[in-house]
């Protein structure tokens, strides 16, 4: 994709946002998640099985995560676990939130472009500080809605799709096909391409190279049917880039154009089998992340209820 068309598809997708009338607390493509598809959506359980979508968040460095997530226990002491008094055993946690490993959400303040945030909002709303506007702090109340798995490897008889490779919308029409399931609006959309099992059983690689994703058209799968949020197992971004000069067009196209919240680096490895075995590929599912003022993410662990 060339500059150009890049450029034109960007702005059918932002023309597109900005013709849809704002909803009060709803901000960007949540709008589409309205309290009634939220509570259809719930319908959805039936079973009551819960499923992790989240990796296991990493503590070894490796070529995709030069600086991995720090665990360290800061209690009890030695002396307390020889004492019979009471003690606790507590520990610290520090992460990256945005990177090549580990599970995350990217809130609306997370892609600046054309020196503008999502729906024009100036960069100098980002500070040291934190995001002024549009931070995860709008999700306090977690993200509840239908969560549709489209298994593109599955589609294309294949364990994974190779780094480079790339997700169109024709391939995500397809899946929807072979798996009976219709993605609608407001729904949570994941997209696997393979990228979790691949990695555990060749190792891991520097996916900032090379990587599967969606191509940037695809997202033009996103607006028409006006989905809510987007959950990749990847970084939902191809690598190399499918568009001259911009290296992550999907996140520029899903979170700055139409305000679609992105989750990256997923894992579907245990959802697959659940659905596959129910025969049904759809699910209540509900994204939880932290409360942290100002900040432009989140570590997540989405859990599906089916």
Known sequence: MTAVEFRALYGRLRSRAAARPAVEGRCGALRHLTPER????AAEVRTGRTVSLAAEIETVRGPDDPEPAVHRMTGPSPGDLRSEALCFATDRFAMNVHGDADS?????????????????VPASALSAEGARR???????NGVVGRGVLLDVPRLRGVPWLEPGDQVTSDDLTAAEDAQGVHVGPGDL???????RLRRAELGPWDVAGARAGLHPTAVEFLAER???VLGGDGNNDTAPSAVEGVAFPVHVLA?????????????????VPVCARAGRWSFLCVVAPLRLPGATGSPVNPIALL
């Open 38 to 41: 939220v509570a259809a959506a």
């Open 104 to 120: 995350h959400l990217d809130a609306l303040c997370h892609v600046v472009f054309d020196g503008e945030l999502y729906g024009g």
């Open 134 to 140: 549009l931070s995860v702090d709008l999700l306090a």
């Open 189 to 195: 959309l994941l997209v696997r391409t393979g990228h």
């Open 226 to 228: 006006e989905v809510a």
């Open 255 to 271: 979170i700055h154009a139409l305000g679609v919240l992105l989750m990256d680096y997923l894992r579907f490895e245990d959802l």
